[in-house]
């Protein structure tokens, strides 16, 4: 190839970078504000908790539960006894 033809197809190749619209991301879906436990277990039977959460109970813990940050963030307030797991129920 010539040294003309190079120069030509790297200005159009350019070009074409200039000219494609950017591409943007689909913003996040914010997590659900349950108003208590009983709507949350109906999405989400066994309750939801931080990672690394481990349910303190005196009897057997809860280890089914959703794993989700942001949804135990939004719900925060139904973790009744602090253990980073909200409306958890076997």
Known sequence: MSVVRKTVLGFMAAGALM???????????????YPNCTALREDYPHGVGRPGAVDSTSGTPVTNFTVDADLYNANSESDRDGDGIACEQH
């Open 19 to 33: 000219i494609a619209p950017p591409t943007v991301a689909a913003p996040a879906q914010a997590a659900t504000d």
